[in-house]
């Protein structure tokens, strides 16, 4: 049991503001329930989410220790509501349609607002998985896409599941198709793309190569032009190989980087289209199983897509297309 006197700077909020920023290890589905039998307590009486708190009022707390501590790391998805666009769900996995803008892991920016957390509270707040039960599993994902890519992204809720997604995924029998917007025009319109991506891990980027060298990985690439307008355009991706940023570095390799990627292409072809991401959604993932799939057999042949990006909608509406940035 805890108390907290509410000082002057606490004053006037309402009770469940104050226990997100007081208590942020505290689920808001353990907040509420906690609300709810009595064991968060206002004055000794019952608190209410709505109640003002008043300078001087004593709240008293039956929650365990673990919740007054500052969630980080492998806790932090405990201090987080989850908000997640999901695309395809079952007992074994969950597809999430990812925005962009949002990372799927933490990095070194300290940011753990991240996919995967989200996707640890909402399978917490449904009761799909208990930490505190398990010896080591922990949801995860078996894909990844870039912080400024939006679409879909594939987790697992077990360890079986975990280990079939991988190796279909390394086997190539999950097909993962893509959207982007380029600049120009592919000539030819549909084909494909073959190189050795070498990693710059100093500068955080990828060179294409067309020869190998010891440190390069083989990239294939498979695209066919939909549509073309105002100088761009919208392009069918599969990737035959996952390798890092390998959709936006081949194309700006054979002079086409994608719209608004600042990474690989100049700010003076982006300047005046008013992308704030690069223009790549990962749109569809179909389970073309070759092989026995395990528990997870009755995806074969299954097909999810996620919703339509911003960036095709207005590609595809002719909004797309470079402002006069002359004043």
């Known amino acids: 049991m805890r108390e907290i006197i ?63 501590e500052k969630p980080t790391g492998d806790e932090a998805w405990r201090g987080i509501r989850p908000r997640l666009s999901v695309a395809y769900e079952d007992e074994n996995i969950l597809i999430a349609d990812k925005r962009a803008g ?37 949801p995860a994902l078996a894909n990844r896409i870039d912080r400024n890519t939006c679409g879909l992204v594939l987790a697992a809720k077990n360890a079986e599941a975990l ?11 999950i ?7 380029i600049h120009g025009m592919m000539n030819p319109k549909n084909g494909r793309l073959d190189g050795f991506i070498e990693r710059d891990l100093k500068n955080k980027v990828v060179h294409v190569r067309q020869e190998k060298s010891a440190d390069s990985r083989t990239a294939a690439t498979v695209y066919r032009t939909l ?3 105002n100088g761009l355009s919208l392009l069918q991706v599969e990737l035959l190989t996952g390798r890092t940023h390998q959709i936006r570095a081949s194309f700006a390799a054979v002079g086409h980087p ?25 749109y569809r993932v179909v389970f073309d199983f070759k092989t026995d799939a395990g528990a997870l057999e009755y995806l074969r042949g299954k097909c999810v897509e996620a919703g ?20």
């Open 6 to 68: 509410i000082g002057k700077n606490d004053a006037g909020q309402r009770t469940d503001h104050f226990l997100i920023k007081a208590l942020p290890a505290l689920p808001p589905s353990l907040r509420q329930k906690y609300l709810r039998l009595k064991r968060i307590k206002r004055n000794g009486g019952r608190c209410h989410p709505e109640d003002r708190l008043q300078e001087g009022d004593v709240l008293t707390l039956y929650i365990g220790d673990e919740f007054f």
């Open 102 to 138: 949002m990372l799927v892991h933490s990095d070194d920016s300290g940011d753990e607002n991240t996919l995967i957390n989200h996707i640890k509270a909402y399978l917490f707040e449904k009761g799909e998985w208990d930490p505190a039960a398990e010896q080591s599993f922990v």
């Open 163 to 173: 280990r079939i997604l991988n190796d279909k995924i390394r086997d190539r029998e």
């Open 175 to 181: 097909r993962k198709y893509y959207l982007c917007v």
């Open 227 to 229: 549509e073309t307008k």
């Open 258 to 282: 994608l719209l608004g990627d600042g990474k690989y292409g100049t700010n003076e072809q982006n300047r005046g289209f008013r992308q704030k991401f690069q223009a790549l959604q990962s």
């Open 308 to 327: 339509e990006a911003d960036f095709v909608r207005a590609f595809r509406s002719g909004s797309v297309k470079r402002e006069n940035t002359r004043k």
